[in-house]
């Protein structure tokens, strides 16, 4: 692959695309943080961008676990309440983001492999990518319930590898958030960021496995 020490060819005979979800397929990370910012008015709070970072690409558990330190008794609270404006939104819509469906359908017509690993839930990822009609491009689908350990852990990454058959130096892994990113690296996956609401952090730069694009049109160019 250009760029990228892995081969398209061993990428598409012996390895598998692993993509993330929200933020990178589905523009659902602007959307967390509208409920983020409504939900800080409804607490009469000043919305905390630090927080909100330390959030992002985490799973549910993770999330009281950090909103207990920042809110103490408030936070189990204030995450429900987060959850529950998110989940109003989501009803009504979504969002898909751009190039998402493109670059699946150009991967899976090249004859590459697709599977999703996620920090949400598996059944909520499994409806929203219906009704995103995403769904049919995966071969398998993880939630962050189905593993011990979130991102930035790389236990989701290591558990995808492991029930399709393939190790980390075949996977290539697309994400969007930091936090994702380093669990990508610690499975021993190649890892291609495209940053959505925060910025790519300067820290993996010099990674040999690591390449920072700014679109997902940036990306599709690297197999077409």
């Not at 103490?72 to 009803?91: P, S, T, V």
């Amino acid at each position: 692959m250009k760029e990228l020490d892995l081969s398209l060819d061993v990428l598409k005979t012996k390895g598998l695309v692993i993509c993330d979800m929200d933020g990178l397929l589905l523009d659902t990370e602007a959307l967390s943080y509208k409920s983020f910012v409504r939900c800080s008015a409804d607490f009469n709070l000043p919305v905390n961008a630090d927080l909100f970072a330390e959030l992002t690409g985490r799973s549910g558990p993770e999330h009281r676990q950090i909103f207990s330190r920042y809110l103490g008794e408030r936070g189990l609270d204030f995450d429900l309440r987060w959850k529950q404006i998110y989940a109003c939104y989501l009803d009504k819509d979504v969002p898909v983001k751009k190039n998402a469906k493109k670059i699946l359908s150009v991967l899976s017509q090249e004859g590459y492999r697709l599977a999703l690993a996620t920090s949400s839930h598996s059944e909520k990822a499994r409806e929203q990518l219906m009704r995103a009609d995403l769904f049919r491009y995966f071969s398998l689908i993880k939630g962050g319930d189905e593993v011990a350990s979130a991102k930035p852990a790389p236990d989701i990454y290591l558990a995808v590898m492991a029930e399709q058959g393939v190790i980390g130096a075949h996977s290539l892994i697309l994400e969007d958030s930091n936090h994702g990113v380093r669990a990508g690296l610690a499975a021993g996956g190649h890892v291609i960021q495209i940053p959505d609401m925060l910025p790519a952090s300067p820290e993996f730069l010099p990674h040999p496995r690591y390449l920072l694009k700014d679109s997902l049109a940036e990306v599709i160019d690297l197999f077409v």
